[in-house]
Structures are given as C-alpha cells and as structure tokens.
C-alpha cells in the first residue's frame, strides 16, 4: 500500500535577505519579526526563474535516488509561480532531467501542493502498469508575487525549490489525509498576471474575491494573516490525525513531523494540538522563511542531508495553503 522516497533533492539561490535588509524599503525591525514569524533570513532569486531552481532540486534528486531519468514515469510540478501559463512546468522539468518516458502536469494545491503530489503519485504509481518511478519538483519564485510595500506579508516568503523521488512498494507505509475549504479562498490569494482580453464588456461583473489593486504590486499574494494563522493551527493537526487514524496508528508513534515551514508559532500551536513536543517538528524556517509548495521538501531534504530523518523513520509531511488547501501523508523514510 505504500510509498518508498528513494531519494530528494534541494536548490536555494545564492542571495540572502535578512530581516534588517528590509529596513531600506519599509518600517520593520528584526525582532519584529524574529518574535513574530521565526525567520531571521530567506533566500532570494536574483534572475533564476522557477523551472530552473526545481530542474537543479529535481537532478539532485534523482543523482540521490541512483536511478536513470528515462525510468520515471511521471513528472508532477506544484509551483504557484510558473514561469509560463502554458506549457506546464512539469514539461521543462522533463526537458531538463532527461525523464523522457514520463507523463508530465502541474498541480496546484499552494503549500500543500507537495504533500498532495506526493499522494497523486501514489494513486498513478500503484494503478498504472509498468510505471516504476515518480519525481514531485516543488518549485517557487515567491519573491515574483510578493507585495514588497505589504510589510505584514512580504518579510514572510523566500524563494528555493526541493524534489523527491519516489517508489510504489507494497510493503511500505503509507496513509494520507488530503482536504480544502473554498470558503477560505479569500483569504490568501494572488490574482492572474494582469491582462487586458480585448472583447472585455464588463470586468466589475465577474470581480470574485480580489481587492481592487493595480500597479507593480496588483498580481500580488494578499492575505489575511489572522484568518490564515487561525485556519493552520487547526487544518495541520485535523489533517494529520485523519491520516493516522486510517491506518490505526497515533502520532505520538511517529519520529518526525514535517510541517509546511509558514510560521514558527503555527507550527509550535499545532504540534501542541498535535499533543507532540517540538522536537518531533523539522524547522528550518529560520532560514528560508515559507517558501510556499518547497517548504515541506526542502526540509525533507535538508533533514536527510543531515541526518536528522534516517532510514526506517515513520514521519509525516504536514501543509495547508491557499485554497484554503491542506494535507497530510505518513510513510516510512
Ligand atoms: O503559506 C501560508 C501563508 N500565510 C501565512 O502563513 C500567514 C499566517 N499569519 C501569520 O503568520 C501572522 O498573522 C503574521 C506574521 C502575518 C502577522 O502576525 P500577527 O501577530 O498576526 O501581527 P498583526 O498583523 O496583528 O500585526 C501586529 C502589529 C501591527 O501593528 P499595530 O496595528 O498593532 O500597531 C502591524 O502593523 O505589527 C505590525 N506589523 C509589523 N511591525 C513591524 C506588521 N508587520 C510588521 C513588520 N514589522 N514586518
């Protein structure tokens, strides 16, 4: 029934911004947001677009899980931050790895995209004959959909990107728990890159959830932090109880707990409604900040890297995200 990760994958880009970088353009202050968020610094592209950082995570992954490209069969992206609205990012991946026998598309579940990816790979890598691997490449350009005059959300994102290789085997652990409420849409959103369609009649008509804005900044991720942060403390552990429930099994059983890396507070709230101590949790967000969809991965990644997840370990990825989305998935490393 199970999942096997045969190997993962990471890539952030050179340039640091720390929380005092921000002081330049708008009122803020390291503590601020140290007490606040957790993040004391995050990564940012200086040019490398999106396919690009996952096409690195994604060969760094596949180098890890010893495997020849042309054995995948599926390729699933979970970017917010394409860099085109056709083709699908899955299909540069591809392009780039060699993976030349893969099915490709992308998936978009925000924060939870890996997690939900992870789980879609599952279904197909189980059902579809003959299918031996898939690559998930979770990749984000935030800084391309940040509001840098919002001091409340723009110290909060960074960019970088992860990849997992992964297995069907039906020995292994596997359960998952995946979910949304649309209701929370408007909550946290970024609308389409602007765009003027020339037989337009009404566009006030068909205005859905999005504030009124234009300029540099209009395409820009909003939200309302309160409603998410509320949203997350509660989405997190729903999701990763319903998981473990399905296979009989309790969370106090796991070794570690891969939550998305939005806000240290979130995360300490929901490990404590989780009723597991902190040391269970994987952070990095110290570092990168909440790098949407490779959150999750790149902790993945640099747990594995380090050693803090072995093999053997029973651990399970936890995200929410606009939608709003949320997901679990349990399995053994
Ligand atoms: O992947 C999911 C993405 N989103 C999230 O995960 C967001 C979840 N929400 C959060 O993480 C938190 O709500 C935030 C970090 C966004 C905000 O934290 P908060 O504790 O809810 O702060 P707040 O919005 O209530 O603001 C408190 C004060 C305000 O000042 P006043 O009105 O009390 O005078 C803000 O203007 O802090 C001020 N403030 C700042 N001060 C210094 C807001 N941003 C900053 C800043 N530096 N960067």
């Known amino acids: 029934m199970g999942l096997h990760i045969l190997g993962t994958g990471s890539y952030v880009p050179e340039k640091i911004m720390t929380n005092d970088d921000y002081k330049a353009f708008i009122e803020t202050n390291d503590e601020w947001i140290r007490t606040r968020t957790g993040i004391s610094s995050r990564h940012i592209s200086t040019g490398e677009p999106t396919w690009y950082m996952g096409a690195q995570s994604a060969k760094a992954a596949i180098e890890a899980a010893g495997i020849d490209p042309s054995d995948i069969s599926l390729v699933i992206d979970t970017s917010v931050t394409h860099d085109y609205h056709t083709p699908a990012t899955a299909c540069i991946i591809q392009r780039e790895t060699g993976a030349v026998n893969a099915a490709c598309f992308d998936l978009g579940a925000a924060c939870a995209g890996f997690v939900y990816a992870m789980d879609i790979a599952h ?89 009124k804005k234009s300029g540099r900044y209009g395409h820009c991720l909003t939200q309302d932090g309160k409603e998410v942060y509320r949203f997350a403390t509660q989405a997190m552990p729903k999701a990763a109880k319903a998981a473990a429930e399905k296979i009989g099994m309790t969370l106090g059983s796991l070794d570690k707990i891969i939550p998305h890396q939005a806000n240290i507070r979130i995360i300490e709230t929901a490990m404590k409604n989780m009723k597991l101590s902190m040391e269970k949790a994987v952070i990095n967000i110290k570092n990168h900040g909440n790098t949407s969809s490779a959150s999750i991965p790149i902790a993945l990644d640099e747990a594995v890297r380090s050693g803090e997840i072995k093999r053997g370990d029973k651990i399970c990825l936890v995200g929410f995200g606009a939608g709003l989305t949320y997901a679990a998935a349990i399995l053994q490393y």
């Open 123 to 211: 279904r197909y890598l189980k059902t579809e004959s003959g299918a031996k691997y898939a690559l998930v490449v979770a990749n984000e350009q935030l800084s391309k959909i940040t509001n840098y005059e919002d001091r409340s959300s723009c110290i909060l994102f960074g960019d970088g990107a992860a990849a997992a290789v992964v297995e069907y085997d039906e020995n292994a652990l596997y359960s998952s728990h995946l979910g949304a409420d649309g209701t929370g849409a408007k909550y946290l959103y970024a609308k389409h890159t602007e765009f003027d369609p020339p037989f337009e009649e009404d566009a006030e008509k068909w205005k859905d959830i999005e504030e």
